[in-house]
């Protein structure tokens, strides 16, 4: 395989590593070569490798003591996923969404409605916010986040500043060693 380092940037800029993994994969094709893009954003396949991998290797780490399970979302696929494989072992268990500025799913979860104040009219603009915490605060329902909103899966919702998650992921791979 062959790997290509990305700047970081916002998803409006047109080196963003899913733009420039679409394209890559697209001029591959035209040139008769195979090339495949994943859209791990809208594909099932992710949130079921979360369902089938990583569900089982928490619950099997904690020994089955699982009281909640709290993560921030990118692409959905991994809060659906492992979500929905804690619930088929323990009902009772709490799923919980962190979510920063700029992203509209924690009003999604809590009120049924994708929105958030920076997508207010008036202050519309094609990038709305530019959160620092890499990979989490869509503006938008991903198919694999909605297949944990459609099975009940989701519980709740809790909204962070960018700081505050920057400060928690510092936090966990310091003192519990997870590298988030």
């Known amino acids: 395989a062959k790997v290509e380092v990305v700047p970081t940037a916002s998803i409006s ?13 697209k001029r591959e094709r035209d040139g008769g070569k195979f090339a495949f893009f994943t859209d791990q954003f809208e594909n099932e396949a992710n949130m079921l490798a979360h369902y089938t991998t990583t569900g089982p ?18 692409t959905g696929g991994t809060i659906s996923g492992v979500g929905m494989y804690l619930k088929e072992q323990k009902r009772s268990v709490k799923v919980v969404l962190v979510d920063p500025p700029g992203s509209c ?16 009219e008036r202050s519309l603009r094609r990038h709305r916010y530019d959160t620092i ?18 099975c009940d899966t989701i519980d ?24 988030v």
């Open 13 to 25: 800029n047109p080196k963003h590593y899913v733009n420039m993994a679409r394209r890559y994969a």
């Open 57 to 74: 290797e928490i619950w099997e780490q904690t020994r089955h003591e699982v009281d909640c399970f709290v993560m921030s979302s990118g």
């Open 105 to 120: 799913l924690y009003n999604k979860v809590k009120h049924g409605v994708a929105y958030t104040s920076e997508q207010r």
């Open 133 to 150: 915490a890499e990979g989490i605060g869509l503006d938008r329902v991903t198919h694999n986040f909605s297949i944990g909103l459609n």
């Open 156 to 179: 709740d919702a809790i909204f962070v500043e960018d700081q505050e998650a920057v400060d928690m992921a510092h936090w966990l791979l310091k003192e519990e060693g997870f590298f």
